[in-house]
């Protein structure tokens, strides 16, 4: 009588240790999973937006069919400008900005001291992306007028024609690092900008000798 309790206990326990595994597989390939991908640049009026997606790629058909994938929540991006030689552009790295927002709310105040302040508000510095969507990060402008290119986000819009000298960028080719954040989890990509012109300016793929 004992043998068969055990032998009943065992194969219960087996079965809760199985379904146990399963779902933690499923929810483990339901999880979002970012690629970072060239966008289409916008031009407008003599001037050039360089964008790229970030894409949560859906789960395998199976998965996606019975259970879908899971969104991407509050994904923050941060990108880095480097040189050719991988030396760093800028110190640190720019916040990046996602084109799906509104123009951000900048407002300047006067300070007791008599001096101005630009004050940000409602702005967003994270997005969710659903499952199998995308959403697109801006990262660098120039203008037909300029040899200069300029990193581009939310503080663009509080430099006169958008050209933030923290972010200058000389006539040249640089590396662009995307990095994006979500659950706890970091996905990475680089690619390479070309600011030798207006016409040629661009952003690519590294070339497989780089």
Same mark, same amino acid.
């Given at each position: 009588?004992?043998?068969?309790?055990?032998?009943?206990?065992?194969?219960?326990?087996?079965?809760?240790?199985?379904?146990?595994?399963?779902?933690?597989?499923?929810?483990?390939?339901?999880?979002?999973?970012?690629?970072?991908?060239?966008?289409?640049?916008?031009?407008?009026?003599?001037?050039?937006?360089?964008?790229?997606?970030?894409?949560?790629?859906?789960?395998?058909?199976?998965?996606?069919?019975? /259970?879908?994938?899971?969104?991407?929540?509050?994904?923050?991006?941060?990108?880095?400008?480097?040189?050719?030689?991988?030396?760093?552009?800028?110190?640190?790295?720019?916040?990046?900005?996602?084109?799906?927002?509104?123009?951000?709310?900048?407002?300047?105040?006067?300070?007791?001291?008599?001096?101005?302040?630009?004050?940000? /508000?409602?702005?967003?510095?994270?997005?969710?992306?659903?499952?199998?969507?995308?959403?697109?990060?801006?990262?660098?402008?120039?203008?037909?007028?300029?040899?200069?290119?300029?990193?581009?986000?939310?503080?663009? /819009?509080?430099?006169?024609?958008?050209?933030?000298?923290?972010?200058?960028?000389?006539?040249?080719? /640089?590396?662009?690092?995307?990095?994006?954040?979500?659950?706890?989890?970091?996905?990475?990509?680089?690619?390479?900008?070309?600011?030798?012109?207006?016409?040629?300016?661009?952003?690519?793929?590294?070339?497989?000798?780089?």
């Amino acid at each position: 009588m004992n043998s068969h309790r055990i032998s009943d206990f065992l194969i219960s326990l087996l079965a809760s240790l199985i379904a146990i595994i399963i779902i933690l597989v499923i929810e483990k390939m339901r999880k979002p999973r970012l690629e970072i991908e060239l966008g289409d640049s916008l031009e407008k009026n003599g001037n050039k937006w360089l964008r790229i997606n970030v894409k949560n790629l859906r789960p395998c058909k199976i998965i996606d069919w019975v /259970y879908g994938g899971n969104p991407a929540i509050s994904c923050m991006a941060w990108i880095g400008f480097l040189k050719p030689n991988g030396e760093e552009a800028f110190k640190n790295e720019m916040f990046g900005r996602w084109s799906e927002f509104i123009h951000p709310d900048w407002r300047k105040l006067d300070t007791l001291g008599g001096d101005s302040q630009w004050i940000l /508000y409602d702005a967003n510095k994270s997005i969710d992306i659903p499952s199998g969507e995308k959403a697109i990060l801006d990262i660098a402008f120039k203008t037909s007028l300029d040899d200069f290119a300029y990193g581009w986000n939310t503080e663009s /819009y509080i430099h006169p024609n958008h050209k933030n000298p923290m972010w200058k960028l000389e006539k040249g080719k /640089y590396l662009v690092s995307i990095r994006v954040k979500t659950g706890g989890r970091e996905f990475v990509n680089k690619f390479l900008i070309n600011n030798e012109s207006f016409a040629s300016f661009n952003i690519e793929e590294i070339p497989k000798n780089q």
